[in-house]
C-alpha cells in the first residue's frame, strides 16, 4: 500500500505522522523543501527573533519517506514531480497549504521565500526607516508588532481597512492599544499601489515608505486545479464530509488548500483536517465506515510582541465570544493554542 502526502506544513505533517501510526502503509512526504515552516511563527523569522522551522527529519515518524520536490500534477494514482519523475500512489492526501499573492511593489512576508527576503531587507534599515505591513488581519497585525518590538529604532506602520476586524470590541480594542504601546502607527484604509517609495491609499493620500510587506495571505497552489479536480471559487479542492476529492476517492485534502465549510485558513484549522483526512484513509484502507470532519474553532489569537498577546474566545463556529485575553496572559495562552495543549485544539506542531 502506497500513500503519498503531498504538502508538509501543519496538516501534511501532522497527517503523515497519523498514517505511520495508524498503518503500515508506505509513506512518502513530498515537500519542496526539506525542513517543516512554523508558518504561524514567520513573523518572528521577519524580525529574527525566531527560527520558525525545524528540520522535516525532526518531525517525521522514523519510517516516512522524504522526497524534495514540487508536485505538478496528481491523478490517476500518479504524482509527477518537476522533475520529471512520478510516484505512484494507493490513497494521497493533498495538503499543499496557501499563499500569498502580493501587491507589486512589496514583499510577502507570510510565506518562507517572502519572509527570508524580508528579514533580510529589514537588516539593510537605518534607524529613523520607515516600515509599512499591508494588512488587518493577524498576519499583518504580528508582522508590524513584530518588527516594532525587535526594532524601536524604525518607524513601522500598519494599513489595513479593517484593523483586528474579527475580534469583538473590547478585544479589538485591546488590539489597538498594544500596538499603540509600541509605536506601530495604525491606518486604516485600503491600498491601491505601492511604488516609487510611496504607498498610495484609497482615500488619495500618499505615505512614504523604505520598505512595504505585504502581511495577508490569500490564494493557494493551482495544483489540484491544473490536475483537473473540481476546485472552489479560490481554487481550493471540493471535498465531500470525509475531506474526500468529489472526483478521485483516492485523494483526500486537509489545510488550506481544502475546501471545508465553515473552515478559515489557520493551523487551528489544518491539523484537525489533517487529523481527520489520515483518519480517513487509515478506515479506507481497513474498509471501515468514514468520519465526517467536524470544524470547531476555540479562540483568534494575535501576538503584540514577545510579551503581549490578545486572545480572543470563540464559538466552536469561529465567531467571537466577548471574553479575551490579554498581556501575559494573552501570550501564554496564544502559545498553548498554537501548541496544541489547550481545550483539545490539534493546532501548533506536529506531534510524532
Known amino acids: 500500500m502506497q500513500i503519498v502526502v503531498i504538502g508538509a506544513g501543519y496538516a501534511g505533517t501532522y497527517a503523515a505522522n497519523i498514517l505511520a501510526r495508524k498503518t503500515k502503509a508506505d509513506i512518502t512526504v513530498v515537500n519542496p523543501r526539506g525542513h517543516f515552516v512554523e508558518r504561524v511563527r514567520l513573523h518572528q523569522r521577519v524580525s529574527g527573533t525566531s527560527p520558525a522551522q525545524a528540520p522535516l527529519t525532526s518531525m517525521l515518524r522514523a519510517g516516512i519517506t522524504t522526497r524534495i520536490g514540487t508536485v505538478e500534477k496528481i491523478g490517476d494514482g500518479l504524482v509527477t ?12 492526501v493533498l495538503a499543499v497549504g496557501s499563499t500569498a499573492q502580493p501587491m507589486p ?9 517572502g519572509a527570508e527576503q524580508a528579514r533580510a531587507a529589514l537588516a539593510t534599515l537605518d534607524p529613523g526607516a520607515v516600515v509599512t505591513v499591508i494588512g488587518g488581519g493577524p498576519t499583518g497585525i504580528e508582522t508590524a508588532a513584530e518588527i516594532a518590538a525587535a526594532r524601536p529604532d524604525l518607524r513601522v506602520r500598519l494599513v489595513g481597512t479593517a484593523v483586528a476586524g474579527g475580534f469583538a470590541e473590547g478585544a479589538r480594542r485591546r488590539v489597538r492599544a498594544g500596538l499603540d504601546r509600541i509605536g506601530v502607527e495604525v491606518v486604516e484604509d485600503g491600498v491601491t499601489a505601492v511604488a516609487d517609495g510611496q504607498v498610495v491609499l484609497r482615500s488619495g493620500t500618499a505615505l512614504a515608505t523604505d520598505l512595504t510587506l505585504w502581511g495577508i495571505v490569500s490564494g493557494v497552489p493551482d495544483l489540484a486545479a491544473r490536475s483537473g479536480l473540481t476546485v472552489d471559487e479560490e481554487g481550493r479542492l471540493v471535498v465531500d464530509e470525509f475531506l474526500r476529492s468529489v472526483d478521485d476517492p ?8 481544502a475546501s471545508v465549510p465553515g473552515a478559515r485558513m489557520s493551523c487551528q484549522a489544518s491539523e484537525p483536517q489533517g487529523a481527520t483526512a489520515a483518519l480517513n484513509v487509515a478506515r479506507t484502507i481497513q474498509g471501515r465506515e468514514l468520519t465526517p470532519h467536524v470544524v470547531r474553532f476555540v479562540a483568534l489569537c494575535v501576538s503584540l510582541g514577545r510579551a503581549d498577546a490578545v486572545a480572543q474566545f470563540t464559538h466552536f463556529d469561529d465567531s467571537p465570544r466577548r471574553a479575551y485575553l490579554a498581556g501575559r496572559a494573552g501570550a501564554v495562552l496564544k502559545e498553548q493554542v498554537t501548541r496544541g495543549t489547550v481545550f483539545g485544539a490539534k493546532s501548533g506542531i506536529p506531534f510524532r
Open 81 to 92: 514531480l518537476d522533475d520529471g519523475a512520478s510516484l505512484s500512489f494507493d490513497l494521497a
Open 105 to 113: 511593489g512589496t514583499i510577502p512576508a507570510a510565506t518562507w521565500e
Open 250 to 257: 483516492r485523494i483526500f485534502a486537509a489545510g488550506d488548500c
